[in-house]
């Protein structure tokens, strides 16, 4: 079965500390690593998609990075208000995305 | 705007009873999505939907049951016979070609009373 895991389960950062969260993925099949953020209460929002190794995206404080076997979201500078959950996701056959169970993020002033 | 709506926002459901959770979306999307979320777990697919009168069983749907009579609904049915309802229920959709994110909606929180 397709498997997307997350690391670390939770992470506190202080406000402008820098850190990376970690996605592992099965390989086989992929078709393309999505990044989502998800604030309590609400549907998770759309941030990345990684198609190939070496690709990167940016967004304000966030970037993520495709290797052969991982995703990271690396978040830099963070502020209070980037604390989520980030969703990490294998889409593997155009009918479902297989959702990793997150890392709730929180960042302290 | 163009987006999805999910209703109600907070829905209570007694033993025994069926309820249905509403889904729409604007976004003229062919396909259409329903995931449970759970604490600690990462979201499970309950059905999807690529076409108008057409879906699939995801991998928890015992229990579940869904219709797409418009492209743009997609209501979930939860039966007695899912035997532990209580979650965070997500519609999505996203356009039917290859390799775009989803568009979630805000949600609807079922509680078994």
């Known amino acids: 079965e397709d498997q997307v895991t997350q690391s670390p389960e939770a992470l506190r950062l202080q406000e402008g500390e820098s850190s990376s969260l970690n996605c592992s993925y099965t390989v086989s099949g992929l078709r393309g690593l999505f990044w989502y953020r998800q604030d309590p209460g609400k549907g998770p929002e759309f941030l990345f998609t990684?198609?190939?190794a070496g690709e990167e995206k940016e967004k304000e404080r966030l970037k993520a990075t495709l290797t052969k076997k991982e995703s990271f979201l690396h978040i830099t500078a963070p502020k209070p208000e980037d604390s989520a959950t980030y969703l990490c996701?294998?889409?593997?056959?155009?009918?479902?995305?297989?959702f990793g169970a997150g890392t709730r993020l929180t960042v302290k002033p | 705007d163009g987006g999805i709506t999910q209703s109600p926002k907070y829905l209570f459901r007694k033993e025994g009873q069926n309820v249905t959770l509403s889904c729409e979306q604007n976004l003229n999307h062919d396909a259409m999505y329903w995931y449970r979320q759970d604490p600690g777990q990462g979201l499970r697919l309950i059905y999807y939907s690529q076409i108008v009168n057409d879906f699939q069983k995801g991998d928890i749907a015992e229990g579940y049951s869904v219709s797409r009579e418009k492209k743009e609904s997609f209501p979930l049915t939860v039966t007695s016979a899912q035997k532990n309802p209580t979650a965070f229920y997500l519609c999505?959709?996203?356009?039917?070609?290859?390799?775009?994110?989803?568009?979630f909606g805000s949600g609807t929180r079922l509680t078994v009373v």
């Open positions: 999505a959709s996203r356009p039917g070609r290859m390799n775009y994110g989803y568009t």
């Open positions: 990684l198609y190939s």
């Open positions: 996701a294998g889409d593997y056959n155009n009918n479902d995305m297989r």
